[in-house]
């Protein structure tokens, strides 16, 4: 089934980011990551395609910058998708590869026409400290 | 149901000589079927069709969005100033203002003498994506890739299906096109129809300097007609600048491609039976 016309045009800006954004729908799949996010996962779109909200938890595992697990709720893209508005957070990601990265990460909803709750972009800044 | 092309021009009436043929009123489209009467958009081609309306209880409008080539005729639609007639007009909201707030800012002074609430019978009826009932039709309306919101519709009675997005980019920033359905702007709304009226404003070398300005090149919508597997493309709203021999010459040689569909270059007062 075809995208709300939101997402796609988001789809389109985010291929042209250089920035790694990430695109999800209301249930928190990942619908759809650039080629910067496929660098920084480690994931091939065209290979590995849309993922599941369940899986993404098991494939990406995130952390406080001291090692603490963070509470899912206090995630960006949980907070733009459950609480609707913007969020930002400073975390450790685990890629496909095992390496950890040091990231902040910016969650915005995204609110279509008619108030529809469509789904959230994140984005992703590497520390340059590592 | 049948389907007769009233204003097939976009952007701007261009009457003259020099578009005889394909006509230079703006879009709007008649769609009957068993004595019911839907108009799709309200450019100045609606003005033609007042007349048709004649001793009808109810007229319906479908406006694809509020640009003013889809609505400046609305005020010189003679139903909607007699009071025996009900007329229904479906349209789009933006993202703050209903239907009778973006119409009532042409529908008002200066823009027009008459004020949208002394219209005489008319219902405002702002829609959503999603699917609705219209008198025997049932339509189907999301959004589509054009600036501002932007509908385009799907009519299905009977089993069979009228497509109709006369101003359509869904090509935008795509790196490549047609691309995956799923992330095609209006394929849910295209797929399978019977017939489909189209946007196909520009040339590929106009559409260079026109990125953005939300219409497809011809070949953009000969892309799109093939991946939907319509049976019949109708190319619709066409640029103002763009005279008959233009468009003839366009059409000969897009007759000359073997295309998996029928092509029609949408030329005013041609009818389908759909």
Redesign the interface.
């Known amino acids: 089934m075809a995208q709300p016309i939101e997402m796609i045009l988001l789809r389109q800006w985010s291929a042209y980011q250089a920035l790694p954004v990430w695109i999800m729908d209301v249930h928190g799949d990942l619908l759809y990551y650039n080629e910067p996010a496929e660098e920084l996962l480690g994931l091939r779109y065209d290979e590995a395609g849309a993922i599941h909200a369940n899986d993404l938890a098991a494939r990406f595992e995130t952390t406080n910058l001291d090692g603490t697990a963070i509470d899912t709720e206090k995630l960006p893209i949980v907070i733009a998708l459950t609480q609707r508005h913007p969020a930002h957070a400073e975390m450790r990601i685990r890629t496909e590869q095992g390496s950890w990265r040091h990231l902040h990460i910016t969650a915005f909803p995204v609110e279509g026409l008619g108030e529809r709750h469509l789904g959230a972009v994140a984005m992703f800044w590497e520390n340059p400290d590592g | 149901m049948r389907v007769t092309l009233s204003g097939t021009r976009g952007s701007l009436a261009a009457a003259g000589p020099e578009t005889v043929r394909y006509g230079g009123d703006t879009a709007s489209v008649l769609v009957t079927t068993n004595g019911f009467f839907l108009a799709l958009d309200a450019g100045s081609g609606i003005r033609r069709l007042g007349p048709m309306a004649n001793g009808r209880k109810r007229v319906d409008i479908l406006l694809s969005h509020l640009h003013m080539d889809h609505i400046q005729g609305l005020g010189f639609f003679d139903p909607v100033f007699d009071p025996n007639v009900e007329v229904h007009i479906w349209g ?4 703050r203002l209903d239907l009778e707030q973006l119409l009532g800012r042409y529908l008002s002074p200066p823009l027009f003498p008459v004020r949208i609430r002394e219209l005489a019978a008319v219902v405002l009826h702002d829609v ?2 999603g699917s609705f009932q219209v008198g025997p039709f049932l339509v189907t309306a ?4 054009h600036p501002g ?1 932007t509908l385009g519709y799907r009519l299905e009675h009977d089993g069979r299906v009228l497509s109709y997005l006369p101003d359509h980019e869904p090509a ?4 490549e096109f047609p691309a995956d ?8 709304l295209m797929l399978d129809a019977n017939l489909l009226i189209h946007d196909a404003q520009y040339t590929d070398a106009e559409y260079e300097q026109r990125q953005g300005w939300g219409h497809s090149t011809f070949d953009h919508t000969l892309a799109i007609a093939e991946q939907c597997r319509v049976d019949r493309l109708v190319t619709f709203h066409h640029d103002p600048s763009h005279d008959d021999d233009m468009l003839d010459s366009v059409a000969a040689e897009i007759t000359g491609r073997s295309l998996p569909f029928d092509f029609v270059p949408g030329r005013a007062g041609t009818a389908f039976d759909v």
């Open positions: 789009p909201g933006s993202v959503q994506p999301d959004y589509v890739s919101a935008l920033g795509a790196q359905p799923d992330w095609t702007s209006g394929h849910d």
